[in-house]
């Protein structure tokens, strides 16, 4: 499966779009040199740069050829995570020249990014086929967007998991997407 | 129940399969039994065609019933992978990747179908293209080929590794009558070592390919036999007027001012020659 796998990764990588990514990442980069130049904290920026990053890292799950491809050997689970890998690594490197980038005064780390991009592919797993990688791609922007509602109590902690606890949130989603595995 | 047996050697066995999507029950208790040879799917839009060569395919599961794919139980995660490395699938309206070449295209589906060894599969992946009439096009991107052209790639990609169960969701769709006729000789090789089963609404396409039919409607396999016993079925049935027949339980032109007929012969009117066409057009009538 490794030999399959390795051989797979040049063309998964030719098959994936890349034009999201680099578009998210120049604006990112750009917000950040910003916040940086004006010597501002730039949480905000990197809770930004989370949902988007793994918004596009999600968005590359979509595969034009799905549906010539759903019977090969290689399950659908193992494609998603040869796309993942393929998107992930520039995703965190990107997420690195952020931190570089700025100054901030909470936590710098990847963990908020990863646990968002889980809750997507999470989501993606399983959505309805038709619109998974759609729906599972929104779900780290509409996570970012309910931070802002004026909620309170558990609700209000639980909005905020994916920065505060992100590794449970992580654990949680990587349950959900080995649960539908088979998916 | 509908039986079908084509020749010796059972590949794929159906029981009661049955799936559903909310109130709409798609397939509805079909029963197969499928040998070597070319099994034509033949009914009107949303009879449940698709989903059952989904469910054929391992794309979906049933909601119910048993199902044998070249004597495996898809169900079980460790068959289902077995019976992909066998498995030949062309969905409808297949979407390929537009920045590679047909080349590429087939062989990247062989790399998933497991085959790693790098010569093989390009020496295979040419000669599926050069079945599929490609040759001369398998270095352009897929992009600047026709509809005709990009169905033949889905089309050479379902072949690879010369499956034993091909299925095919209208594999005719977009291809010239030349394409159609280079279709059939590259189904005739494959169904002499395993079985093809085909969806078409072409009911000419299944008198000239397929050694079976079965033709569904409303998720039921309401008939099943060869294409002449279809066209049989319509023999004293069907007949010719210049009028419309208020008795025929279908009627179309044929030509200016000239009606075909099917349904139960009027007295005193001599029947036509049956065609696939009118046995089908009887036979999905009858069942509703």
Known sequence: ?183 | MTTTHTTTGTLLAAGALTKRFGPLTAVDHVDLALGRGVVGLLGPNGAGKTTLLRILATVLAPDEGSLSLLGMDPARPSSRTEIRRHLGYLPQSPSLYAGFTPLEMVDYVAILKEHTDRDWRRREARNVLEAVGLGDRMHKRIRTLSGGMKQRVALAAALIGSPDLLVLDEPATGLDPEQRIALRSVLAETADRGCVVLSTHNTAEVAALCQHVLVMDRGRICWSGTPTDLAAEAEGRVWESDAEEPTALRSWLTGPGRRRHVGALPAGTTPAVPTVDDGYLLVTRLSR
């Not at chain 1, 604006?27 to 949902?51: C, E, F, H, I, K």
């Open chain 1, 1 to 183: 499966m490794n030999a399959v796998l390795a051989q797979a990764l040049g063309p998964t990588a030719r098959a994936t779009s890349w034009r999201p990514a680099a578009a998210a990442a120049g604006v990112l980069v750009l917000a950040a040199l910003l916040t940086g130049w004006s010597d501002r904290p730039a949480d905000t920026v990197l809770a930004l740069a989370a949902a988007g990053l793994a918004a596009v890292v999600v968005s590359g799950l979509h595969d034009p050829a799905a549906a010539l491809l759903a019977p090969v050997p290689v399950s659908p689970m193992q494609r998603r995570l040869l796309r993942l890998g393929l998107l992930g690594v520039p995703a965190l490197l990107v997420w690195w020249l952020l931190t570089a980038l700025t100054t901030t005064v909470g936590s710098s780390g990847p963990a908020p990014l990863v646990a968002l991009t889980a809750c997507g592919v999470a989501v993606t797993v399983w959505a309805p086929p038709k619109r998974a990688v759609l729906v599972g791609a929104s779900t780290p922007v509409v996570l970012f967007a309910l931070q802002a509602l004026p909620t309170s109590g558990l609700v209000s902690d639980a909005l905020v998991w994916w920065r505060t606890d992100p590794w449970w949130v992580l654990c949680a989603a990587v349950v959900a997407c080995v649960a539908g595995r088979q998916r």
